[in-house]
């Protein structure tokens, strides 16, 4: 049975800094696009980093230049470095590992809770 648990989120200062992490368990094929993306509430969730197995990222305009998704060779394991916190970065950030290639599969993680306090 897939797993995948999230941990780092808090609470954190305007101007702080987060590392978010994602390690996914009972995976046997190895995905080929992870990342980062966010919901605030009354808001829809939007990405915010992603990162394939081609080491090629995204990130949201809104989280470029503050926030990066390090490349690391351990499987399905997907970070998030947030440096230069804003409060409007505040939201559950959830993980997702995915494969596109046949045989597919999207797994998401169960969210973790990011404030930034002003």
């Known amino acids: 049975q897939v797993h995948l648990v999230e941990s780092g989120g808090g609470l954190v200062q305007a101007g702080g800094s987060l590392r978010l992490s994602c390690v996914g368990s009972g995976i046997t094929i190895n995905a080929n696009i992870m990342g980062w993306y966010r919901q605030a509430p009354g808001k829809q969730r939007e990405m915010v980093a992603t990162?394939?197995?081609?080491?090629?990222?995204d990130y949201a305009d809104s989280v470029k230049g503050r926030f990066t998704i390090p490349r690391t060779d351990a499987k399905n394991t997907v970070y998030l470095q947030m440096n230069s916190l804003k409060p409007e970065d505040t939201a559950v950030y959830y993980c997702l590992i995915k494969r596109t290639d046949f045989p597919s599969y999207e797994f998401w993680g169960q969210g973790t809770q990011v404030t930034v306090s002003s």
């Open positions: 990162i394939t197995s081609g080491s090629i990222t």
